[in-house]
């Protein structure tokens, strides 16, 4: 009788057990990554529709307090001028919409020192102006706010604006703030931009509910500051079909301070034909919408709002899109429920739910 005894060299694995360990491992992370990314995704989601949601109440208690929304800026047209002045590195145009609603979004601090700064949003106080709370690191517009970013947003939450960038901003040059803090949601104004269409008094311009301008702009010497925008009157389409606030993957045109770069507009500018309205429904042939619109591989320098006399550097990229998985864009409506819109989405349905007054019959979504 024999006993076969254990060789007292092999205390490990063999290479070929190893390697099948190591095949098992890898199995189980290939099956458990998507999983896991689908949980962190829908975690975004979530924190996205909750912020939107946030923004949302804002605007509606900055109503009931003041009895009109903001304007998407609260002094000058898309004209992107200022008190005679063309925009520039720091005069670019008014206050955003945004900066009406901080002491709705617990940021009243921030609030204050822009009013008591800039002598209550009065005539030449401009958002990038050395007097608004500071220059370099201090300055209003370095601020970044969380409210303001989408989880799954993949870029920065600030631009640096510097001579030769590539990224679509108004700023240019090097002034002491340069690293601009951005937002992910913008206001939806309607239908065109007022350089699209040709003029500010076009059908077609100021169609949303926060319009760019004013309905009491008059002579941009001698109106009050700073000027509001519509009333919950006007959304005659119905408050839960109609958006207030939309996604935006807009990175250099996107400055949270600044009225010109915190709205978009449901068609791009790059549209070589316009809507129309035809029997209560628009008729979209050979429109471009603006949702899910912005640089691909083989047109990289594609535009969706061209921001007038702003030039080059003071267009958008991107209009309403985001990084969620699948395309899906949140948006946020005017009784302020919360949804999403995919980006293949009928785009006569999407035109009828960014107007407040055009008189679609369009479902509630």
Same mark, same amino acid.
């Given at each position: ?92 145009? #008014? ?9 709705? /979004? ?27 709370? #500071? ?116 990175? +250099? ?6 009225? /010109? ?10 549209? +070589? ?53 699948? +395309? ?38």
């Amino acid at each position: 009788m024999s006993f076969r005894t254990r060789d007292p060299r092999r205390t490990g694995f063999t290479l070929v057990e190893l390697l099948v360990v190591i095949a098992i491992i890898g199995t189980l992370v290939g099956l458990l990554l998507p999983a896991v990314q689908a949980a962190r995704e829908a975690a975004n989601r979530s924190s996205c529709v909750n912020k939107m949601k946030q923004l949302c109440l804002a605007l509606q208690n900055f109503h009931d307090t003041r009895k009109v929304l903001p304007a998407a800026i609260d002094r000058y047209s898309a004209t992107a001028t200022t008190f005679n002045t063309n925009a520039t590195a720091t005069s670019p145009a #008014g206050f955003s919409w945004i900066v009406h609603i901080l002491p709705y /979004m617990e940021e009243n601090n921030l609030y204050n020192i822009i009013a008591s700064n800039t002598n209550r949003f009065a005539r030449g106080a401009v958002p990038f102006g050395a007097n608004v709370l #500071g220059v370099g690191s201090n300055h209003a517009s370095t601020q970044q706010l969380p409210g303001l970013l989408c989880p799954s947003y993949g870029g920065a939450g600030t631009v640096q604006m510097q001579v030769g960038s590539n990224l679509k901003s108004v700023l240019a040059g090097s002034p002491p703030y340069n690293q601009i803090a951005i937002t992910n949601y913008k206001a939806m104004t309607g239908i065109l931009t007022q350089s699209k269409a040709g003029s500010v008094t076009a059908p077609l311009t100021d169609n949303g509910v926060i319009t760019l301008r004013s309905p009491k702009t008059g002579n941009f010497d001698t109106d009050s500051l700073p000027q509001y925008g519509q009333t919950m009157a006007a959304v005659r389409d119905g408050t839960a079909k109609t958006i207030l606030v939309i996604e935006s993957r807009e990175a +250099g045109n996107s400055a949270w301070i600044d009225g /010109m770069q915190t709205f978009v507009v449901a068609v791009s500018d790059d549209s +070589g034909a316009l809507p129309s309205l035809v029997g209560g429904a628009w008729a979209t042939n050979g429109v471009q919408s603006s949702l899910g619109y912005g640089p691909v591989a083989t047109a990289t320098g594609r535009v969706s709002m061209t921001l007038g006399s702003r030039g080059t550097l003071g267009n958008s990229a991107w209009g309403p899109s985001s990084d969620h998985a699948g +395309g899906l864009v949140i948006t946020g409506y005017v009784d302020s429920h919360v949804s999403q819109v995919a980006n293949d989405i009928d785009p006569a349905v999407f035109f009828a739910i960014c107007t407040r007054d055009s008189g679609e019959a369009t479902a509630s979504e």
